[in-house]
């Protein structure tokens, strides 16, 4: 045992003596230059090239490798028998990810490839500003020598893109406000955000079936439409003009594109806006896939008399010193040069009178569709009570339905009262329903006779005026009359004089 030992000592021993042999027969340069060779070797008979993708390049972090690894959690399935899974901050989803030495293969364009996730320990640090993670991880991307051309690029750049999407989707939506006035916070960005998170969608919103489709039809092809609008020369930008009284679901509606698009939202707050230039500032910090909303408009902006007056006086915002937003500031903000600093946004203003807002604003391409948010009919009735009640139309009686639907309309009652109905009577589906029925039914009625009252009034006032009119008219008569009269006297006086002869 101990000649064993006694060989093993000496064996390492010699092993050592040579290494320190080659270290200094071979000094790193050569070494180095003798790796060099053996890898140009080994590449001049294989068939694959392979590109790493480290986490870190550097100090940064590879946003390669975060969109690789995304992008990668989509091919994943959940079969596979040992997956990563991670939460990012601000997301409600959770993504499969490859585990340490995991390969998966991907096709691309006809095209396969295969990533391998390698995961090392890192050697101890020196000193460093940014302690590093104490793995080394990265992909390793093999694609065959004759396919390296045909897709690396538009392969990498689908994946930067996807990832981008599955993140958006992930993330919850942020809502942005402009409520600090024009101070910036820290990182120099005038928003502050907080997570968007309005449960209203296309489904719970009570419309015309026929406008809501149109409405989606008209953002999915805004969504999809990137070569369209680089083909024909526009802006990848679209307007929404909704009006309509108070509680018709203008801002329910402004969610819902929200959360079909996936898109944040920058509530544009303009009575905090003092120059244009903070405006176009504003303007340059909202991020692509976004919708611009500028809520009431017309209590925003003082759009009366806009030819008549100077930037400082009648088109500005407000009367204040500070406030001097002009429209064509605001125009400018929708339509001129400034608003295509980004792309694939939408704009959105709400107002509950339409025809207190400036021609310049309705013209067409400004805003690209007008949307009338009108009183409950009895189709966006039926959503609401399915909303709220659960009801499929099968539960309520035809009896009770075909009365809804003839008073529905008389009653004009905007969403937001019926849906506070229901809310109060949820419990009990009956008593919801027949209590909806009454409302609208006195609503009707007080409708009604209002506008009995007002016709009555209206043929007063016709009355009265026709009354007017007869005296006016004998007024005009009357020096006619007068004129008889004189004539009646001049010649009662010529008779007399007469009879004296
Ligand atoms: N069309 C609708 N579909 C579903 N719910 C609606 C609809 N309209 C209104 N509501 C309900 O009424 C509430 C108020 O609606 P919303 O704020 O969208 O109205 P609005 O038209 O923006 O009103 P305002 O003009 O006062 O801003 C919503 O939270 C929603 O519950
Ligand atoms: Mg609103």
Same mark, same amino acid.
Request: glycine share 4%; with cysteine.
């Given at each position: 045992m101990k000649e064993y030992w006694g060989s093993l000592a000496s064996i390492l021993g010699v092993l050592a003596f040579c290494q320190s042999l080659l270290h200094v027969l071979f000094p790193p340069e050569l070494r180095f230059a003798t790796l060099k060779l053996f890898n140009r070797v080994f590449n001049m008979f294989t068939s694959y090239c392979y590109f790493d993708i480290t986490e870190i390049d550097g100090v940064n972090t590879n946003e390669l490798y975060n969109a690789v690894q995304l992008y990668l959690s989509s091919c994943v399935t959940?079969? *596979? !028998?040992?997956?990563?899974?991670?939460? /990012?901050?601000?997301?409600?989803?959770?993504?499969?990810?490859?585990?340490? #030495?995991?390969?998966?293969?991907?096709?691309? #364009? *006809? @095209?396969?490839?295969?990533? $391998?996730?390698?995961?090392?320990?890192? =050697?101890?640090?020196?000193?460093?500003?940014?302690?590093?993670?104490? &793995?080394?991880? *990265?992909?390793?991307?093999?694609?065959?020598? %004759?396919?390296? !051309?045909?897709?690396?690029?538009s392969y990498l750049d689908y994946i930067m893109e996807k990832a981008n999407d599955m993140r958006r989707k992930n993330e919850d939506r942020l809502l942005y406000t402009n409520s600090r006035g024009g101070s910036l916070d820290s990182r120099g960005h005038p928003w502050e955000s907080v997570p968007f998170k309005h449960p209203s969608t296309f489904e719970t919103l009570a419309m015309d079936p026929v406008k809501k489709a149109e409405i989606i039809e008209d953002l999915k092809d805004f969504a999809n439409g990137q070569s369209f609008y680089q083909k024909t020369g526009r802006a990848w930008k679209r307007g929404y003009l909704l009006y309509g009284p108070p509680g018709t679901g203008k801002s329910s509606m402004i969610a819902a594109m929200a959360n079909y698009l996936g898109y944040d939202i920058y509530d544009l707050e303009l009575t905090e806006v003092h120059h244009n230039s903070e405006l176009r500032k504003l303007l340059m910090k909202t991020s692509s896939k976004s919708i611009i909303v500028i809520e009431d408009i017309d209590c925003s902006i003082d759009l009366s008399n806009r030819k008549k007056g100077s930037p400082n006086n009648s088109s500005s915002i407000g009367r204040s010193y500070w406030n001097s937003i002009t429209l064509s500031g605001l125009l400018n903000f929708t339509d001129g040069l400034w608003s295509c600093c980004g792309s694939e946004r939408i704009f959105v203003f709400t107002t509950n009178h339409i025809d207190k807002l400036d021609p310049a604003l309705l013209r067409s391409g400004r805003m690209d569709m007008h949307v009338f948010m009108s009183y409950c009919s009895f189709p966006a009735l039926r959503i609401l009570l399915k909303n709220y009640l659960g009801n499929a139309e099968s539960d309520l009686d035809e009896g009770v339905l075909k009365e809804l639907e003839e008073v529905i309309d008389k009653a004009e009652m905007t969403p937001a009262d019926i849906s506070e109905l229901l809310i109060k009577n949820r419990r009990n589906k009956?008593?919801?329903?027949?209590?909806?029925? +009454?409302?609208?039914?006195? %609503? /009707?009625?007080? %409708?009604?006779? !209002? *506008?009995?009252?007002?016709?009555? %009034? #209206?043929? #007063?006032? @016709?009355? $009265?005026?026709?009354?007017?009119? &007869? =005296? +006016?008219?004998?007024?005009?008569?009357?020096?006619k009359e007068g004129c008889d009269y004189e004539d009646s006297i001049k010649k009662e006086e010529e008779d007399e004089e007469k009879k004296i002869k």
């Open positions: 959940i079969s *596979g !028998s040992r997956l990563s899974l991670t939460r /990012a901050l601000n997301s409600s989803a959770i993504t499969f990810g490859l585990t340490n #030495n995991d390969t998966i293969f991907d096709t691309f #364009n *006809g @095209v396969t490839v295969l990533w $391998e996730h390698i995961v090392t320990q890192r =050697q101890a640090q020196t000193f460093s500003w940014r302690p590093l993670p104490d &793995e080394k991880r *990265g992909f390793t991307l093999r694609i065959k020598k %004759k396919d390296k !051309s045909l897709i690396l690029d009956d008593r919801a329903v027949i209590e909806l029925l +009454e409302a609208l039914k006195n %609503k /009707a009625e007080m %409708k009604l006779k !209002s *506008g009995e009252c007002v016709r009555e %009034k #209206n043929l #007063n006032d @016709v009355g $009265e005026e026709e009354e007017e009119e &007869e =005296q +006016e008219k004998r007024a005009l008569e009357s020096p």
